[in-house]
């Protein structure tokens, strides 16, 4: 009876992690969208709204990254900077070339 118990419960948190995936991934792209069309204040608000609503998932570590780079192509120097290094602090070790490109970016923004 307890293995069954144990098992339900790992299948429903599996479903419910697949679930944030799909919805921060689904925020990701609007996201993403509104960058494209030049709507840098509505990308940066879902930008946030995605890493606050689904931190921990794979479209937040994603959101975060582009939230930076939003603010450094807009030359918020300050903002850049706060947004990659909590993307360092946060995802350093999942993917080293983004981590490199974010060290960089900051040594940029500071000069």
């Given at each position: ?17 697949k679930q944030a995936e799909a919805g921060g991934d ?86």
């Amino acid at each position: 009876m307890a293995v069954a118990v144990v098992i339900a419960g790992g299948l429903y948190i599996s479903s419910a992690s697949k679930q944030a995936e799909a919805g921060g991934d689904q925020m990701l792209g609007q996201a993403m969208m509104r960058a494209q069309q030049n709507d840098l204040q509505g990308a940066a608000v879902s930008f946030r709204a995605v890493i606050d609503e689904y931190g921990g998932t794979t479209a937040a570590r994603e959101a975060q990254y582009h939230l930076a780079n939003l603010y450094f192509y807009q030359r918020s120097w300050e903002d850049a900077i706060a947004a990659y290094e909590r993307y360092i602090d946060r995802y350093a070790d999942f993917d080293g070339g983004r981590t490199a490109g974010a060290w960089w970016a900051i040594g940029d923004a500071r000069q």
